[in-house]
């Protein structure tokens, strides 16, 4: 198997995230929060930090939820620790190859088709983001968005079925990334699976999941439609390049 950490291998055999000493833990927690989800908000705040109390033996989850904290954190910790000032990059990448293992046993979340397994592929598309062999990015966010597409994220929400606006945001951002908080206790803030998307497939010159035009809901311009209110950056719609430029 590749191994970004091939030379610390045997000393992170068999890592576990609960072996990790409690404050360095929480420096690398505290670290993803404060620099990594601003960039790919895909978890309320208060949730990852549910989560880790959870995880440590400190807080409480509904039992539906119990499997949550043994993905995420480990995962979490596994991102973060890339960006350690650490001149020594394979112990750190042994250590995240370590942590990502760790999460991988305790995907059972992935088998089904919801919400918090939408956020669970957003971190293992974050991980490959940092360590390119711990995942396939094109398929992954090619899952991500076909399981959105399955759960109706990528169309405007029937007023007659969601009455609730809180609602209506929520399934919105999970594909355009809004940067307006969401107010329902049950969203999930901002999972970018429109973004990267986009962005894995054109770094990799591959096709996106889902054009644009079967996508209904509207991205964030200022509160539009970027199909209908291109004015909204100074600019007129064009398909004359040299009209553009």
Not at 120 to 145: R, S, Y
Request: proline share 7%.
């Amino acid at each position: 198997t590749r191994s970004a950490g091939r030379a610390y291998a045997s000393q992170f055999s068999h890592f576990k995230a609960t072996k990790i000493p409690i404050h360095v833990a929480r420096r690398l927690f505290k670290n993803y929060k404060d620099e990594i989800l601003p960039r790919f908000p895909c978890f309320m705040e208060e949730d990852l930090d549910n989560y880790f109390e959870s995880f440590y033996g400190h807080g409480t989850l509904g039992q539906q939820q119990t499997t949550m904290p043994s993905f995420i954190v480990p995962m979490i910790l596994a991102i973060s620790s890339l960006t350690s000032n650490s001149h020594d990059f394979p112990k750190v990448a042994a250590l995240s190859e370590s942590l990502h293992a760790d999460a991988l046993d305790n995907a059972q979340l992935l088998k089904t088709s919801s919400v918090a397994s939408l956020q669970c592929l957003v971190l293992l598309i974050q991980l490959g983001l940092l360590l390119p062999h711990t995942a396939n990015c094109w398929f992954i966010t090619g899952e991500a968005m076909r399981m959105a597409v399955g759960l109706g994220l990528h169309q405007e929400p029937d007023p007659a079925i969601i009455p609730d606006p809180a609602h209506a945001e929520y399934e919105g951002d999970l594909l355009d990334g809004s940067t307006s908080y969401p107010t329902h206790p049950f969203q999930v803030d901002h999972v970018q699976i429109y973004q990267l998307d986009r962005i894995v497939g054109i770094a990799a010159g591959c096709p996106v999941a889902l054009s644009d035009a079967h996508i209904s809901v509207h991205l964030p311009y200022n509160g539009g439609d970027p199909h209908t209110t291109p004015e909204w950056f100074g600019l007129q719609r064009s398909h004359d390049f040299r009209e553009a430029q």
